[in-house]
């Protein structure tokens, strides 16, 4: 489990990753980062055994990062974009006034074709220069 947890769920009987993760308004590869344990087939999840459903904020920029957030974003993000239905990273990144590189640099997990970007999950659209 991630060192960085401060949410937890007791998994019970009959209980599915996704199950877990949708209603705790994470994605499920958020889920699976955080518990690696319960392997990305679902396979480890055991009832009576506690995942993590949460992590703390970044520190370091002085930004509250908001939640949930694309997997291995730049930690020195201090500006955020909630991701809907139908975005490209590139109307993302010309609407925010950054280039396409710096939004794949800042959101790796987003991929360069793009096929990484969820809906309702926040991205990095800026970074603090310090």
């Known amino acids: 489990m991630v060192s960085t947890c401060d949410t937890f769920y007791d998994v019970r009987s009959g209980d599915s990753c996704y199950d877990i993760a949708d209603s705790h308004g994470v994605s499920l590869d958020s889920f699976y980062a955080w518990n690696p344990a319960v392997k990305t087939d679902c396979s480890g999840l055991q009832p009576d055994e506690y ?3 949460g992590v703390k904020a970044a520190t370091g920029t002085g930004v509250t990062t908001p939640y949930p957030v694309q997997t291995g974003m730049v930690a020195t993000c201090d ?5 809907i239905a139908d975005d ?3 109307d993302i990144a010309s609407g925010n006034g950054i280039t396409a590189a710096s939004f794949y640099a800042w959101n790796p997990a987003v991929k360069t074709d793009c096929s990484g970007l969820q809906a309702s999950e926040y991205v990095c659209v800026g970074v603090s220069s310090s």
């Open 51 to 53: 995942v993590c459903v």
């Open 88 to 90: 490209s990273c590139v």
């Open 79 to 83: 500006k955020f974009y909630k991701v």
